[in-house]
């Protein structure tokens, strides 16, 4: 695989095309595969308006459960998709080693920072698309504790997370039975989707937009 190395004397621009050509070079796809799938993953997201503060909110305070059922359903056909995608050898994924005191940290921070702007690193994007300043501070607010993280990784943070537990996956654990636990697994997660209630917390710019009859604060 060819590594492009971006040099210090490198303009702005020619750093956003040397990383498009990190990206192709990769393996991940042609680049317009890549942005075909980013606008369809937007659509949906901006279908479902998960990408709304309220949303995110109301799952939180367990009154709007539109997230958690797009969740589920993601993952249990994705899981059955892409593993058999992989078995075919049509795609690829790398798999992480388990490191148990960084997961607690890093997921700990995630759940604060969800909290506190309402988002995640799928939403907040498309919400920037759409002009919301605060997700944008937000979204620079992670690129610098990033940057933080890059220079003092070896110092301080390799040491705080932890040994690695190895490489794990679920199938791993029934060798022989991989494809029917994989099966299982989707199906069951998908299942959970649907029996989950759907239960919508709306704001007031949602509520002028529904009919008298639709609105549960007028029944």
Not at 31 to 56: N, S
Not at 90 to 100: D, G, M, Q, R, S
Request: contains cysteine; hydrophobic residues 50%.
């Amino acid at each position: 695989m060819d590594i492009v190395v971006i040099t210090e004397g490198d303009t702005f621009g020619a750093r956003i095309v040397q990383m498009f050509e990190n990206v192709i070079h990769q393996g991940h796809g042609s680049l317009a595969l890549v942005f075909l799938i980013g606008v369809i993953f937007g659509g949906i997201i901006q279908y479902t308006r998960v990408d709304k503060f309220e949303k995110i909110a109301g799952f939180a305070m367990l009154k709007d459960t539109i997230v958690p059922k797009m969740l589920f359903l993601a993952v249990g056909i994705a899981s059955i998709g892409l593993y058999f995608m992989i078995e075919a050898g049509w795609a690829h994924y790398h798999i992480k080693p388990i490191i148990l005191q960084g997961l607690i940290v890093g997921g700990a921070l995630f759940g604060i920072s969800m909290a506190i702007l309402g988002k995640c690193p799928g939403t907040g994007p498309v919400s920037i698309a759409e002009g919301r300043i605060d997700v944008l501070v937000g979204a620079i607010g992670g690129l610098f504790g990033g940057l933080v993280f890059t220079i003092y990784y070896e110092d301080f943070f390799k040491p705080l997370m932890g040994e690695s537990l190895g490489k794990l996956i679920l199938p791993g654990f029934f060798p022989g039975d991989e494809h029917i636990v994989v099966l299982i697994f989707g199906i069951v997660v998908s299942l959970i989707s649907i029996i989950i209630p759907k239960v919508e917390l709306f704001d007031e710019a949602d509520l002028s937009r529904l009919p008298d009859d639709a609105r549960p604060d007028k029944k």
